[in-house]
C-alpha cells in the first residue's frame, strides 16, 4: 500500500514538475504588457508597499528565484532578472511578496524563518538517525522516535511554506493588475505560472507526510 502511496505520489509530482517546466517555457516568450523587466517589476513592487531596503539582485541557477529574509535581497534567475517576459514579471512580484509579508511581520513567515535552522540542522543528520533507528529498532526504540521527530520538522516546514507561497503569490497577482504591468490578455498566464508553481509546495508537503507515515507505521509494525 505504501510503495503504490509512493509511486502514486511520484508521478504526481514528475508530472507537476513537467506542467511547471512547460508553463515557465511558454510564458518566457510572452512579452508583458508593460514591458518591464523582472528587476524592474521586483523594484517597483518594492517601492510602491513602501519597502526601500530590499536590494534586488540577480541569481545564478534556473528558477531558482528566491528572498533571503536576513539579507534582505530579492536574488531573481537571470532569466528573469533581465527577461520582459509574463513569466518574469510573475515570479519578481512573488518573491517581492515574501518581501511584503516580512514587512508586514506575516505570522506564517516568521514560524517558517524560525524553523529553518532547526531544519538545516535535522536533515543532516535525519537519514542516518532514521536507518540506525529501523536497524536498532528492537534494542533502542527510542532511536527511532528520535528520527521521526526530526523528519516530522520537515514536514511541518513544508505545510508552514504552504500558506506563505499562496499568500505570496496572492499579493503578486494583485499587484500585477493593480499596477497595471499586466493586462487583461497576460494577467491570466500570470496566475496560471503562479498557480503551477505552488502546485509543486503541495506535492512536496504530502510526500513528505506520507514518508513521516511510513516511518511512524515502521516504529508501530515493529514495536508490535
Same mark, same amino acid.
Given at each position: 500500500?505504501?510503495?503504490?502511496?509512493?509511486?502514486? *505520489?511520484?508521478? *504526481? $509530482?514528475?508530472?507537476? #514538475?513537467?506542467?511547471?517546466?512547460?508553463?515557465?517555457?511558454?510564458?518566457?516568450? *510572452?512579452?508583458?504588457?508593460?514591458?518591464?523587466?523582472?528587476?524592474?517589476?521586483? #523594484?517597483?513592487?518594492?517601492?510602491?508597499?513602501?519597502?526601500?531596503?530590499? #536590494?534586488?539582485?540577480?541569481?545564478?541557477?534556473?528558477? $531558482?528565484?528566491?528572498?533571503?529574509?536576513?539579507?534582505?535581497?530579492?536574488?531573481?534567475?537571470?532569466?528573469?532578472?533581465?527577461?520582459?517576459?509574463?513569466?518574469?514579471?510573475?515570479?519578481?512580484?512573488?518573491?517581492?511578496?515574501?518581501?511584503?509579508?516580512?514587512?508586514?511581520?506575516?505570522?506564517?513567515?516568521?514560524?517558517?524563518?524560525?524553523?529553518?535552522?532547526?531544519?538545516?540542522?535535522?536533515?543532516?543528520?535525519?537519514?542516518?538517525?532514521?536507518?540506525?533507528?529501523?536497524?536498532?529498532?528492537?534494542?533502542?526504540?527510542?532511536?527511532?522516535?528520535?528520527?521521526?521527530?526530526?523528519?516530522?520538522? $520537515?514536514?511541518?516546514?513544508?505545510?508552514?511554506?504552504?500558506?506563505?507561497?499562496?499568500?505570496?503569490?496572492?499579493?503578486?497577482?494583485?499587484?500585477? #493588475?493593480?499596477?497595471?504591468?499586466?493586462?487583461?490578455?497576460?494577467?491570466?498566464?500570470?496566475?496560471?505560472?503562479?498557480?503551477?508553481?505552488?502546485?509543486?509546495?503541495?506535492?512536496?508537503?504530502?510526500?513528505?507526510?506520507?514518508?513521516?507515515?511510513?516511518?511512524?507505521?515502521?516504529?508501530?509494525?515493529?514495536?508490535?
Amino acid at each position: 500500500m505504501y510503495w503504490i502511496l509512493f509511486i502514486g *505520489i511520484a508521478l *504526481i $509530482s514528475y508530472l507537476v #514538475q513537467a506542467n511547471l517546466k512547460n508553463k515557465f517555457e511558454k510564458y518566457s516568450k *510572452i512579452t508583458v504588457a508593460s514591458g518591464m523587466t523582472g528587476a524592474e517589476v521586483a #523594484q517597483k513592487m518594492l517601492h510602491d508597499n513602501g519597502i526601500y531596503d530590499v #536590494q534586488v539582485q540577480p541569481h545564478k541557477g534556473w528558477l $531558482s528565484d528566491h528572498y533571503d529574509p536576513t539579507s534582505k535581497t530579492v536574488n531573481l534567475s537571470h532569466d528573469v532578472f533581465y527577461g520582459n517576459s509574463v513569466a518574469s514579471a510573475a515570479v519578481a512580484a512573488h518573491e517581492c511578496g515574501h518581501a511584503v509579508q516580512h514587512a508586514s511581520a506575516y505570522s506564517p513567515l516568521k514560524l517558517r524563518t524560525a524553523l529553518v535552522p532547526i531544519v538545516q540542522f535535522s536533515s543532516n543528520i535525519v537519514t542516518w538517525v532514521l536507518l540506525v533507528g529501523i536497524f536498532l529498532i528492537n534494542v533502542f526504540p527510542t532511536l527511532l522516535l528520535i528520527g521521526i521527530g526530526l523528519f516530522a520538522m $520537515s514536514t511541518l516546514f513544508s505545510f508552514v511554506t504552504l500558506p506563505v507561497e499562496i499568500d505570496a503569490s496572492r499579493r503578486a497577482v494583485k499587484w500585477l #493588475q493593480d499596477a497595471g504591468i499586466t493586462n487583461y490578455a497576460d494577467h491570466p498566464k500570470a496566475i496560471s505560472a503562479l498557480k503551477s508553481a505552488a502546485y509543486t509546495y503541495v506535492v512536496a508537503a504530502l510526500s513528505s507526510l506520507a514518508t513521516l507515515i511510513y516511518y511512524v507505521s515502521i516504529y508501530m509494525s515493529r514495536r508490535n
